[in-house]
């Protein structure tokens, strides 16, 4: 890969500050969850009739045929995006707790909060507790020769979006693997506060505003209290192969690929919870004069084990560990390989707390013992994947030599001044690129955004000047696509 280099495109940047500010914020003992009733928001429409929201569901499905005469019990997936037309006043009440402080303790309330209302079909139409929402264009497949996920887009059952692949012995030695790799499928809700900065960027269905999570424009960015909670569910193991932290599993019938990279065709199949990720635009993790390196955001993710056996199945989810930077001094240049046998806690990193406990399963964690899950990959880390997040996507997803992940040794890359880019602590709504535009960590946004106007420019029959100046790269989260 070539330096990474700043291509002009014609887009005219304002600047302006980020509307949040950290010293705008004042923790107290009496912080409330707004009432559900009292937030303003786009009429959600019931029943049929509902594709007037203008977004299509899902974009993979058997025929209506099909599921009514053999799937009728199964859920159908709806898409959420009657978006709070105005700003939510309170911020949730978990940010009462100290992430720094008390990291155990913030990870645990931050799922509780997800999980309240919306278990356990993570269905945001049921909960009665808050508002949570989806993010629109996911539906379709990427296209062009170096698509990725091949085959993806989200499926009918639950509105999950094929992101990744899983290698042999990645979750752990009984893992061999199989014939094009297991796939990730997953799931993300956003909170209110999300919704806003989404119903902003989405209030003309036809013609979404990219700028609104760039910092550089008015209101740019994610709000404070902003919540994103994803489940990622797994088509492994199959076969003789065993992973003993998916036994007892959580599973859902879903519209699936039969791999990742090899087929095209769709079949029903079983999926297994596998991980849960959360992000939070928290004000303690803001830049300031006393935080001169703040990004803003706090990452947090658990790993489903089984073998705890919990009467609730979603509270089989153990904490892996938060992260709010990426340690950008620290340059060490190591990996856990596969299979995953201990996890390796490196003490030495200041913005990642691992949460050693029994009952997590090992974990192989990111580069040089960062936060990763068992879905990512090895020799990166949550937060420098999404610091790439960016429309349009001119910045690859990961340092080269970041894939093939899981080898015996690590990248010899690592820890080289370009691969250091990709480590760098960003600030919230900030581009890695400055000449495209920031949305504020979140990839799914970013593929949604491309997966619109990719469709509307094939409508209008013709291409754009700026395609040319900045081409876009393929948003790659797995592994290198093996080779014949």
């Not at 808050?130 to 989200?154: K, Q």
């Amino acid at each position: 890969m070539k330096p990474l280099k700043y291509i002009s495109i014609a887009i005219a940047i304002l600047l302006a500050s980020c509307t949040e500010k950290t010293s705008e914020y004042k923790v107290t003992n009496n912080i409330e969850e707004k009432p559900i009733a009292q937030t303003k928001t786009k009429k959600a429409l019931k029943g049929l009739g509902h594709e007037k929201n203008s977004f299509p569901d899902f974009g993979f499905m058997i025929s209506p045929t099909e599921y009514n005469e053999k799937y009728s019990d199964e859920p159908l997936f709806r898409l959420k995006t009657d978006f709070p037309e105005t700003k939510p006043e309170k911020l949730p009440a978990f940010l009462e707790i100290d992430f720094k402080k008390e990291p155990l303790k913030y990870i645990e309330a931050v799922r509780d909060y997800s999980f309240e209302g919306n278990l356990p079909d993570w269905d945001p139409f049921k909960n009665k507790t808050r508002e949570w929402y989806h993010i629109p264009w996911l539906h379709p497949t990427t296209t062009g020769p170096n698509a990725y996920p091949p085959n993806g887009g989200t499926e009918g059952f639950h509105g999950l979006i094929k992101e990744a692949p899983v290698g042999a012995y990645q979750l752990g030695p009984d893992l061999v693997g199989v014939e094009g790799d297991y796939s990730v499928y997953a799931i993300t809700l956003v909170n209110d506060m999300a919704g806003y900065a989404m119903g902003r960027m989405w209030e003309n269905p036809n013609d979404p505003d990219p700028k609104v999570l760039d910092k550089r424009y008015p209101e740019g960015g994610f709000p404070l209290g902003t919540v994103f909670a994803k489940l990622l569910f797994t088509d492994a193991p199959k076969g003789t192969d065993k992973v003993a932290y998916l036994e007892n599993p959580l599973q859902w019938n879903a519209y699936i690929t039969e791999n990742f990279w090899k087929s095209a065709k769709r079949v029903v199949g079983k999926v297994n919870l596998l991980q849960m990720d959360i992000s939070v635009r928290d004000p303690r993790a803001d830049r300031s004069e006393t935080n001169p390196e703040g990004t803003g955001w706090v990452f947090g993710t658990f790993c489903y084990n089984g073998q705890l056996n919990k009467k609730n199945k979603f509270m089989n989810l153990v904490p892996v560990g938060l992260m709010w930077g990426n340690d950008p001094e620290n340059k060490v240049n190591t990996t856990n390989p596969f299979p995953p046998t201990k996890t390796i806690v490196n003490k030495n990193l200041k913005e990642t707390v691992i949460f050693e406990s029994a009952d997590l399963p090992p974990q192989h964690l990111g580069w040089n013992g960062r936060l990763n899950g068992p879905a990512d990959l090895n020799t990166v880390s949550c937060m420098s994947c999404h610091n790439a997040a960016q429309y349009p996507a001119i910045t690859s997803l990961v340092p080269n030599g970041a894939v093939p992940d899981g080898g015996a040794t690590p990248p010899k890359e690592g820890g080289s001044d370009e691969w250091m880019l990709w480590f760098q602590n960003l600030e919230c709504g900030t581009s890695m690129d400055q000449q495209v535009y920031s949305t504020d960590f979140s990839f799914q946004v970013a593929i949604a955004l491309q997966n619109f106007f990719t469709v509307r420019n094939l409508n209008q029959q013709g291409s754009w000047a700026s395609e040319y100046k900045a081409p876009a790269v393929p948003v790659k989260r797995g592994r290198a696509k093996p080779t014949k």
